[in-house]
């Protein structure tokens, strides 16, 4: 959707943080998975989409709180976190390989402050689904794209507590699936599930429990109808590199 539609379709008098300059370069960058470098200068990142733009899948309700309320709690932790530190011009992607170090604060809200900005970006209705080299790796991972979802869908589900299921390309370059605790990911070098990332899900109680309650498996089940494939597809070229 064009910003110019989604900013009117915030409506309600509900602020549009734009993305900065900064953050729209870093949008071009090629470089595999930059959300942003020099983030300590911008601003919070626009939702991608309308609230309701995932209805009925996941509801308006939901992507408000969980966007304007938990979102945007953890960016602003982590900028107060990294202020005034040796992180503070750091790269995230540096950040997260070097998060043993960083301390709890750094590690909870900038995992919660990046894993729910590449979280947006892999979602969208009406895609097409995984390009030709994509599916051909799937395949050559998990035997079908069917088995692929299904263990996924396993990761996410069977997490205990709260965290996040991953699509990610391992160091030799395989597709491989995961999940990580809180707001781990698996650019961090404390986490066990290790690569860069190309498809999550956020599976804390706070991404579904309005509409799902304790069902989080329909949640996961539902989730297959909004993932933007095109991101996905995008994600895995560049991680190719
Ligand atoms: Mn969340």
Redesign the pocket.
């Known amino acids: 959707m064009e910003r110019r539609n989604f900013i009117k379709n915030l409506g309600l008098g509900v602020a549009a943080t734009l993305l900065t300059k900064e953050s729209l370069a870093v949008e071009n960058n090629n470089s595999k998975n930059h959300i942003m470098e020099n983030f300590q200068t911008l601003e919070f990142p626009a939702l991608p989409f309308a609230y309701d733009a995932l209805e009925p899948y996941i509801d308006a309700r939901t992507m408000e709180i969980?966007y304007d309320k938990?979102?945007r709690t953890y960016f602003n932790n982590f900028v107060n976190a990294i202020k005034g530190t040796a992180w503070e011009n750091v790269s995230v992607e540096k950040i997260f390989a070097g998060i043993s170090k960083a301390g709890d604060a750094i590690r909870n809200n900038g995992g919660g402050f990046y894993n729910?900005v590449f979280f947006w970006k892999n979602l969208g209705k009406g895609s097409a689904g995984p390009s030709a080299e994509l599916s051909a790796a799937i395949v050559k991972a998990f035997g079908s794209f069917d088995k692929l979802r299904e263990t996924f869908s396993n990761a996410a589900k069977t997490r205990f507590g709260s965290g996040w299921a991953w699509l990610y390309l391992t160091a030799d370059k395989n597709l491989a699936v995961g999940s990580t605790p809180n707001q781990d990911n698996p650019l961090m070098d404390i986490s066990p599930v290790k690569g860069t990332p190309l498809l999550t899900i956020?599976v804390?109680e706070?991404?579904y429990y309005l509409k799902y309650q304790n069902k989080r498996a329909d949640y996961v089940d539902a989730f297959w109808n909004v993932v933007n494939w095109e991101e996905v597809n995008k994600r895995y070229q560049e991680a190719l590199k």
Do not use: V
């Open positions: 969980h938990h979102h729910h956020d804390w706070h991404a």
